[in-house]
């Protein structure tokens, strides 16, 4: 008998000896199978400018890729479409009034809590690599090399743990390069974050040489709105960032140096940090144009029509070779076991105007620079795939790679986990309108102060501080928002509605005293 109740308990305590091996097996690849986190941001990369968004105007085939074998978010936006501000509220998941960075002025307080710290925290290896502009020196990475202010497309300056060097070659091969030494130097035994940010497309638009002839004949569909006259709509009569009425300059901006002595910026030399080589091949390019330029000078609305061209060129050259460095890291995720385990993210720090109401730039909260591109990539696992059409915002990225890499989202964070949309739950309702604020004026674009809303159908603004304007938007009916209908009498029930939608947001995100910016 004693002998039975012997082996009973030598057979209970091999068993709970196995069971316990077989939980610490569990745990242990729970821990390793965290996800890897590669964070790829452009800067002003329109909507339409991708092709799984689009296709009308260019082909960007490893971008779609990302599209192809994860999600396509077709209701992705900004809080406030300007740089600095950006990516200051996809760090802190916070709204600019919050995080402090309400312009491109402001340096951001890099003492504040952001995801990379979280995940740092967590024991994710972080770096960042690329574009950074947020003034004071990057936190929360245990690896970072970043361009200097806006930086150089060509042979860029870096700046690597606090020293600054030169580097040969285009900025955004450069960039890449850097990530994918990085990825081969890592602890491989901890989970990665990278955020690899790039430069490009940002004005002024700079190809790299090898782009520079496929680019040169193409032309592109002039906007319906190109000649717009902002009838009824003061804010975007009075904006300075218009291709028509001299803001995109033909020497600084077209590169047409004919045309330096009556540019606003003087002495600018596209040329200025170039090889050799480098200025060999950007003179066999553009001289041509220029001397076709002083031959053919275009007048009127010709003269309008070829910048927009000119533009869209150098502009859409600028974002092919951020395809192809897209399509280098993916193929090295691939090649070294990586894809399985890790969210791949694509998106941009905001979009960006390509002639619509004759326009370049962003800042306003109209559609083409509130809407930004939204790729991902899911680990295996994720059920989700296709399009979401879910009302998403950059305030929600942080909360996002929180959760997926299985740590606790701050309470503090204002943006939203979207893990459940990509889990494939039917359960999930995230929000019914998304806010937005932008701050920065008087500046070089002169884009007024403003708030608003914006639903699955109607945008309500406010444009405040030198003006006291409303706009109201029906984005079904006028999807290109050239009809101002705050002002229609028909309209009052709707708008009431639509400013008690407002207020209770700003309530919620704490943005109740725009005087105070």
Request: glycine share 6%.
């Amino acid at each position: 008998m004693k002998t039975l109740n012997i082996c009973s308990l030598l057979a209970v305590f091999f068993v709970a000896l196995l069971v316990g091996c077989e939980s610490t097996k569990k745990n242990e690849t729970a821990v390793s199978t965290q996800p890897n986190i590669l964070f790829i941001m452009t800067d002003d990369h329109a909507v339409r400018a991708l092709s799984c968004y689009d296709g009308t105007i260019n082909k960007t085939p490893n971008l779609d890729r990302i599209a192809r074998d994860g999600v396509i978010f077709r209701n992705s936006f900004v809080s406030n479409s300007i740089c600095g501000p950006s990516r200051a509220v996809m760090l802190t998941g916070k709204h600019s009034h919050i995080n402090g960075q309400v312009d491109n002025k402001v340096t951001f307080d890099g003492t504040q809590q952001t995801f990379p710290k979280l995940l740092q925290k967590a024991g994710y290896q972080t770096a960042l690599v690329g574009k950074w502009h947020l003034k004071s020196d990057p936190t929360g990475f245990d690896y970072w090399n970043v361009l200097p202010g806006q930086g150089q497309y060509y042979n860029p300056d870096f700046i690597e743990m606090g020293e600054k060097k030169r580097v040969e070659g285009y900025a955004t091969t450069v960039t890449t390069d850097f990530a994918l030494n990085w990825l081969d130097k890592r602890d491989q035994k901890k989970p990665f974050c990278l955020l690899l940010h790039h430069k490009a497309p940002h004005r002024t638009w700079q190809p790299d040489t090898s782009y520079l002839a496929e680019f040169a004949n193409k032309s592109y569909p002039v906007p319906d709105n190109f000649f717009d006259k902002f009838e009824g709509r003061r804010a975007a009569a009075e904006q300075k960032l218009s291709i028509r009425e001299g803001d995109m300059d033909l020497s600084y901006d077209l590169k047409i140096e004919a045309e330096e002595a009556k540019s606003r910026f003087p002495g600018y030399k596209h040329k200025v940090r170039m090889n050799e080589a480098q200025s060999a091949a950007w003179k066999k390019h553009y001289d041509p144009i220029i001397q076709d330029f002083i031959d053919n000078t275009p007048e009127g609305d010709d003269l309008d029509i070829y910048k927009f061209q000119r533009y869209m060129r150098d502009y859409l050259a600028c974002i092919q070779s951020v395809d192809d460095n897209v399509g280098r890291v993916l193929d090295y995720l691939e090649e070294n076991g990586l894809s399985d385990n890790t969210l791949v993210v694509y998106t941009s720090d905001q979009g960006f105007y390509t002639g619509e109401h004759g326009w370049f730039d962003k800042r306003f909260i109209y559609e083409q620079s509130l809407r930004t591109p939204l790729l991902m990539r899911m680990p295996k696992g994720y059920q989700r795939k296709g399009e979401v059409k879910e009302l998403v915002q950059n305030i929600d990225y942080a909360a996002t790679f929180l959760d997926m890499a299985g740590v606790a989202v701050p309470e503090d964070i204002q943006g939203v986990s979207l893990k459940p949309l990509l889990e494939g739950r039917k359960d999930v309702d995230l929000r019914d309108a998304i806010y937005y604020h932008y701050y920065e004026f008087p500046n070089e674009h002169m884009v007024k102060r403003h708030y608003g809303i914006r639903t699955d159908r109607y945008k309500l603004i406010h444009f405040y501080n030198d003006i006291d304007d409303w706009e109201l938007y029906d984005l079904q009916t006028d999807p290109d928002e050239m009809n101002n209908i705050y002002n229609e009498a028909s309209n009052a029930t709707l708008i009431d509605e639509l400013k008690v939608k407002l207020i209770a947001l700003q309530e919620t995100y704490q943005d109740t005293d725009q005087s105070t910016y």
